[in-house]
T-cell receptor, first 112, second 120 residues
Framework: GDSVTQMEGPVTLSEEAFLTINCTYT??????LFWYVQYPGEGLQLLLKATKADDKGSNKGFEATYRKETTSFHLEKGSVQVSDSAVYFC???????????FGAGTRLTVKP | GAVVSQHPSWVICKSGTSVKIECRSL??????MFWYRQFPKQSLMLMAT?????????EQGVEKDKFLINHASLTLSTLTVTSAHPEDSSFYICSARDFAGVDLFYNEQFFGPGTRLTVL
């Protein structure tokens, strides 16, 4: 079935470091791909999304490119801040599955 | 963007009581709402999908008689945890999908802030 695999955390970085969180997917058909962020004690907020191959989603300095050839949607940010500390979820929706499939989540901690 | 609210944001109850959690789409009509459960430091687990005016579809392993879902209108879905026990303690998150009518899979889900349930 459709699924998402994320790199396991936790990830700890110093402020201004470069961030990559890997995400790969398995899906029948062509999924839409999403990154969500969850701050402590809160629900999920959409960070960015891409709906077709080679699309690049971007928001708040974060980017992810939909790579069909590698079935990947890696999240990157050039310079992280302490306020980026949160849990990040990669997710997909396919035409055949109306529900969203989530990765396990990656906890990011950014230290000053 | 579209806003989804949940009420209450947290609840503490005694074992054996029932708890109702509301999920509302505030500025859009949601033909479909989803209920998730999240255990500490884990991902979201889909419990059920509810479509307005019809019975909810439960995921395998989720007891439909224990987790009652009602989606009576295009802006409100409720989850009732009946005869709650300590193992039901969790973070419950709902999401709603905007109705676009043309290409459903293009539509993202909008998530509520979650409800933390603690059963003593």
């Amino acid at each position: 079935g459709d699924s998402v695999t994320q790199m396991e955390g936790p990830v700890t970085l110093s402020e201004e470091a470069f961030l990559t969180i890997n995400c790969t997917y398995t899906a029948t058909g062509y999924p839409s791909l999403f990154w969500y962020v969850q701050y402590p004690g809160e629900g999920l907020q959409l960070l960015l999304k891409a709906t077709k191959a080679d699309d690049k989603g971007s928001n708040k300095g974060f980017e992810a490119t939909y790579r069909k050839e590698t079935t990947s949607f890696h999240l990157e940010k050039g310079s992280v801040q302490v306020s980026d500390s949160a849990v990040y979820f990669c997710a997909l929706i396919t035409y055949n599955n109306n529900d969203m499939r989530f990765g396990a989540g990656t906890r990011l901690t950014v230290k000053p | 963007g579209a806003v989804v609210s949940q009420h209450p944001s947290w609840v503490i109850c005694k074992s054996g009581t029932s708890v109702k959690i509301e999920c509302r789409s505030l500025d859009f009509q949601a033909t479909t709402m989803f209920w998730y459960r999240q255990f500490p430091k884990q991902s979201l687990m889909l419990m059920a999908t509810s479509n307005e005016g019809s019975k909810a579809t439960y995921e395998q392993g989720v007891e439909k008689d224990k987790f009652l879902i009602n989606h009576a209108s295009l802006t409100l879905s409720t989850l009732t945890v009946t005869s709650a026990h300590p193992e039901d303690s969790s973070f419950y998150i709902c999401s709603a999908r905007d109705f676009a009518g043309v290409d459903l899979f293009y539509n993202e889900q909008f998530f509520g802030p979650g409800t933390r349930l603690t059963v003593l």
